[in-house]
């Protein structure tokens, strides 16, 4: 099997899982978005292992739009996760009465070394 065929079929796999992790990330099902991760990272081990991919190699049109797809998706899911984590984060916050660890700058910082 040829380069572009090995990285053309992982890419494919690659662009399932990914679409299983943004199902995952919607019904908020944390063994599937675990096992999403898992997947990823194989996937990511197998391109790695299977040849040096990169400015001496020329990927067919295929290949091109699969690793596009992948990339979009992947940056979806990673909004979406941060999203979540934002939601969570200011939950717990108002749960536990505490305050924002992160405020604007200049918000709460003294001013240093200067006289009125």
Do not use: W
């Not at 978005?33 to 990823?40: P, T």
């Not at 990169?54 to 596009?68: F, Q, T």
């Not at 200011?90 to 070394?113: K, Q």
């Amino acid at each position: 099997m040829s380069l572009n065929q090995q990285l053309r079929e992982n890419l494919r796999q690659m662009v399932a899982v990914l679409q299983s992790e943004r199902h995952a990330l919607a019904a908020l099902d944390l063994d599937a978005i675990l096992g999403c991760a898992q997947d990823k990272r194989e996937l990511c081990g197998r391109i790695d292992t299977a040849g040096p991919f990169g400015d001496g190699m020329a990927l067919d049109e295929e290949c091109r739009g699969l690793l596009d797809a992948a990339m979009r998706i992947n940056e979806v899911n990673r909004q979406v996760r941060n999203l979540l984590a934002a939601n969570v984060t200011a939950r717990l916050e108002v749960l536990a009465g505490s305050p924002a660890l992160y405020r604007p700058a200049g918000a709460t910082y003294a001013r240093v070394g200067i006289n009125n």
